[in-house]
């Protein structure tokens, strides 16, 4: 699997958008774009994901760049409870990619 | 929505016994899942794919005899830390695949089990 590259740490004021970026310029063409959360001492929590094109949910949207290297995930109004680990990961289906591994993810703390 | 349950939540046991944590898929099938393991400030870590009515596949560096996985149905796996020590202390949390996205890996994580060896 492709190896994502992240901010360590990132700041948000309350009700502003969050941009996290992140770099995947290994992704092969099978490899998907994930990102999970995980809040203080809980689980992770499954965000977004796509593949090509730009995705948006209730929770994010996901911006691909055309050339698949990075990605944007964006929380459009963050607040207090969207501080958490951001994890990007890139995975296929295949050769073991059937797993997801994590890196060291985006500290993301948003602040009034 | 796609729900896993783990239990407990969190255990102390002292050292040298053994320490069972179950993972349940509550409304949807699991032939996959996962177990991980992540220490204080650090990231999660992998341990081994649990595959039902086979034996699971473990990461390098993880010895299959201390962590016993046990996927017995396509909503249960579980995870026995043997002879546990404080250097096992972790928390150990579980995933399973849901199905139906066509392609991709969706991962669903369970709360996470905290354990803590005397």
């Known amino acids: 699997d492709a190896k994502t590259t992240q901010p360590p740490s990132m700041d948000c004021a309350e009700g502003r958008a969050a941009n996290l970026p992140c770099n995947h310029s290994t992704i092969s063409g099978n490899e998907y774009v994930y990102w999970y959360r995980q809040i203080h001492s809980q689980g992770p929590q499954y965000i977004i994901h796509?593949?090509?094109n730009n995705e948006t949910n209730e929770m994010a949207s996901l911006i691909i760049t055309e050339d698949r290297k990075s990605s944007t995930l964006i929380l459009p109004h963050a607040t207090l409870r969207d501080t958490a680990v951001y994890y990007c990961?890139?995975?296929?289906?295949?050769?073991?990619?059937?797993?997801?591994?994590f890196g060291t993810g985006t500290q993301l703390k948003v602040e009034l | 929505g796609a729900v896993v349950s783990q239990h407990p939540s969190w255990v102390i046991c002292k050292s040298g016994t053994s320490v069972k944590i179950e993972c349940r898929s509550l409304?949807?099938?699991?032939?996959?899942m996962f177990w991980y393991r992540q220490f204080p400030k650090q990231s999660l870590m992998l341990m081994a794919t649990?595959?039902?009515?086979?034996?699971?596949?473990?990461e390098q560096g993880v010895e299959k005899d201390k962590f016993l996985i046990n996927h017995a149905s396509l909503t249960l796996s579980t995870l026995t830390v043997t002879s546990a020590h404080p250097e096992d202390s972790s928390f150990y949390i579980c995933?399973?695949?849901?199905?139906?996205?066509?392609?991709?890996?969706?991962?669903?994580f369970g709360a996470g089990s905290r354990l803590t060896v005397l």
């Open positions: 796509g593949l090509k």
């Open positions: 990961i890139v995975s296929g289906l295949t050769g073991g990619g059937n797993k997801l591994t």
């Open positions: 649990s595959n039902e009515g086979s034996k699971a596949t473990y």
């Open positions: 995933s399973a695949r849901q199905g139906g996205r066509s392609g991709a890996n969706v991962l669903t």
């Open positions: 409304d949807f099938q699991a032939t996959t």
